[in-house]
Structures are given as C-alpha cells and as structure tokens.
T-cell receptor, first 113, second 112 residues
Framework: DGGITQSPKYLFRKEGQNVTLSCEQN?????MYWYRQDPGQGLRLIYY???????QKGDIAEGYSVSREKKESFPLTVTSAQKNPTAFYLC????????????FGDGTRLSIL | GQQVMQIPQYQHVQEGEDFTTYCNSS?????IQWYKQRPGGHPVFLIQ?????EVKKQKRLTFQFGEAKKNSSLHITATQTTDVGTYFC????????????FGGGTRLMVKP
C-alpha cells in the first residue's frame, strides 16, 4: 500500500538536544511538507519542499531544519533553538501541482523531558 | 499573511442533529479543500471546491463555495457518532505550487 510513514510515534527531547523526525513516502510525490499542530489548534507550516534538493521556509521555520536529499524522504530536525517544541508534528505529501490534496502521515508527538 | 478563519471553534450536537462549519477569508480564496481529523489521528482529505458558487455532496455532507470565493461551508445532515472529529478548511495558494493555509478547525462532538 502506498502511504506516508512517520517515525517515531512518540519522542522525548532533553534540554539542549536536537532531535530528528523521520518522514518517508512511497507515493512518488514531488512535494512534501511539515506542519506543527498544538492542542486544539490548526496546522501551521514549518517547511516545504517542491522538489529534491530544494526546500522553503513556512510560517514558523525558526528553530527547525530540514533536508531533501531523496524524493522519498523529508526529515525534520527540531533544534535546541526551538524553545517550545512540545507539539504534534505532521508530515504530508502531494504531487506538487496546484489544487492537489495533501496526504498525511500518522504524526509524531514530541515532548520535553 | 493570508488568514482563513473558521467558526465555530467547537460544536456539541445530539446525534441526529445537523451541523455546519463556516470558513471565511477577507481576501479571495484560490480554492478550498476540506479535511477531517479524527481524535488522535491525522487529517484526511474530503473534497476540493474550485469554482465560484460550487456545491458538492458526499452522502450526508454538503460543501459550498461562496459566490465571491471568500467563504465556504460544510454542512452535515443528521449527524452520527462516526462524524466526531475536527473539520479543517484550507485555502490553496495558486501562486505557490500546492501550498495550503489551514483554518483553525471546528471540533465536532456528537452525543449518542
């Protein structure tokens, strides 16, 4: 079955630590996205990538970094500069053209120890 | 930046009652996508509206796009407990590939 796989499902971060969230898709989609969702809130865009080796900042990129070395993979690093990292992180993909639905992974819940 | 406002934020209904969520923008919307997120789950695409005044139906769900393309609504007839979740609208930015700006969502709770 095609889909998006996010791992881990739960992650705990210590003070001053960087952590990396994995996102892999086998839908052959060109575009991938990372969103942050806080309790009872909507989705806010962190970073997006429309093609391999290229990515753009979203609305709340500070304290985060990404890479897009392969079409299938778009890992997100939450750096120690992100002072309030506790949230639900969702990865999505689409075929990159306008007016296309986004497909989401199951998400990663990140908490501070 | 562009903002998409959604109301109400929460809605409790008795099973069998109708439910409507509204999505509004001060600027013209390129297109509207609707997503449903079950508790503890991830958003799942429901439908997309592109044309002014467009109306689409999926069983008990009716989606509308305003004539001026500044608002949209999702109406559920005779809610069921399986309708529980948060419904999000999202505006697609036609000038930026497939970027979406999400509304804050409406959380629907259904009492059996």
């Amino acid at each position: 079955d095609g889909g998006i796989t996010q791992s881990p499902k739960y992650l705990f971060r210590k003070e001053g630590q960087n952590v990396t969230l994995s996102c892999e898709q086998n839908l052959n989609h060109d575009a991938m996205y990372w969103y942050r969702q806080d309790p009872g809130q909507g989705l806010r865009l962190i970073y997006y990538s429309q093609i391999v080796n290229d990515f753009q900042k979203g609305d709340i990129a500070e304290g985060y970094s990404v890479s897009r070395e392969k079409k299938e993979s778009f890992p997100l690093t939450v750096t120690s500069a992100q002072k309030n990292p506790t949230a639900f992180y969702l990865c999505a993909s689409s075929n990159g053209y306008s007016n296309q639905p986004q497909h989401f992974g199951d998400g990663t819940r990140l908490s501070i120890l | 930046g562009q903002q998409v406002m959604q109301i109400p934020q929460y809605q409790h209904v008795q099973e069998g009652e109708d439910f409507t969520t509204y999505c509004n923008s001060s600027t013209t919307l390129s297109n509207i996508q609707w997503y449903k997120q079950r508790p503890g789950g991830h958003p799942v695409f429901l439908i997309q509206l592109v044309k002014s005044g467009e109306v689409k139906k999926q069983k008990r769900l009716t989606f509308q796009f305003g004539e001026a393309k500044k608002n949209s609504s999702l109406h559920i007839t005779a809610t069921q407990t399986t309708d529980v979740g948060t419904y999000f609208c999202a505006d697609g930015d036609g000038d930026a590939g497939n970027m979406l700006t999400f509304g804050g969502g409406t959380r629907l709770m259904v009492k059996p």
